[in-house]
């Protein structure tokens, strides 16, 4: 998540010449908290759906909840204190941003805070759903909301440069999350959490997983022709080499264990062209 507001503060530097420290320090403290519930949010919402013991009682299968709620780290109630207090935080940064930078903050937060609590919270639930809604709904709050969200924060203006700009990470930052179902699908099964690896199967799962690869780095391409980023933003391309080379070493048909090292790798890429497209866009502005 604090990538894109770094990328979007940085369009804002590099293409207007604007930078106001004090509203991106605002900006990058929201942007956390939001994350931040996102992740406690989903965590709450999956072990009241069953989803956190099932995977806990799968053979086989590795569990990637947080492990407060159900080892008893925590109560749920101080889980949920804690969840909505982080909500809190970034809805009052929200706020001060709005008084500062225009109305339209609010919207960007209202959509952020929306997407993540109904992920996987009743009645809506479309994380649970398997129609691509919850990869839409990772693209739009780890890419376009964020980045366009911190441009307008500095600058007043909607941009349509921030909005490729976000592409990138924001497919990069879904490709990571729509891996991670691999290690627990079948418990996802049994839970009724019909994601598009339950619904696809691991075959076809895979392929879409290596599109969106194929896609996050074009658009990166994009971004160049186009001169949104430098051209030396191109050095981010080497960063898909190693998650391109566990690809192949995996088959049709995979334990869950196999898939660690896609998450790894998939982790790294995100990670990895997020910090080199920041460098090399701020090197941009220094140097112009």
């Avoid at 939001?34 to 999956?46: K, Q, V």
């Avoid at 079948?186 to 339950?198: E, I």
């Avoid at 998450?263 to 990670?271: E, H, I, Y």
Wanted: charged share 10%; with cysteine; proline share 4%.
């Amino acid at each position: 998540m604090l990538v894109p507001v770094f990328l979007g503060a940085l369009g804002a530097y590099v293409w207007k010449g604007i930078f106001h420290p004090m509203l991106f320090i605002i900006t990058l403290i929201g942007a956390g908290a939001a994350h931040l519930f996102s992740n406690m949010i989903n965590d709450l919402w999956d072990y009241r759906s069953g989803a956190d013991t099932a995977a806990n009682n799968t053979p086989e299968v590795i569990s990637t909840n947080s492990g407060y709620l159900d080892n008893g780290t925590m109560s749920e109630r101080t889980f949920a204190i804690i969840t909505w207090s982080l909500l809190g935080s970034a809805v009052l940064c929200g706020v001060v941003l709005s008084i500062f930078s225009g109305w339209p903050i609010l919207v960007f937060s209202a959509l952020g805070g929306l997407i993540a609590y109904y992920y996987v919270a009743p009645p809506i639930q479309f994380g649970y759903r398997g129609k691509g809604l919850s990869e839409l709904a990772i693209l739009l709050s780890f890419g376009v909301l964020p980045i366009m969200g911190s441009y307008y924060v500095q600058t007043g203006d909607l941009s349509f440069r921030s909005a490729l700009l976000s592409l990138p990470i924001g497919i990069l930052t879904t490709l990571l999350l729509f891996n991670h179902h691999f290690l627990h699908w079948q418990a996802d099964k049994q839970a009724g959490k019909n994601t598009l690896v339950v619904v696809w199967g691991e075959k076809r799962a895979l392929a879409f997983s290596k599109m969106l690869l194929l896609l996050a780095y074009a658009s990166l391409v994009l971004c160049v022709v186009l001169r949104i980023l430098p051209f030396y933003s191109l050095i981010g391309l080497i960063t898909a080499i190693p998650l391109y080379r566990v690809y192949g070493r995996l088959k049709e048909h995979n334990p869950s264990t196999a898939y660690l090292p896609l998450m790894g790798a998939s982790q790294k890429a995100s990670v990895r062209c997020g910090l080199i497209m920041i460098v090399t866009l701020l090197i941009q502005g220094i140097i112009q």
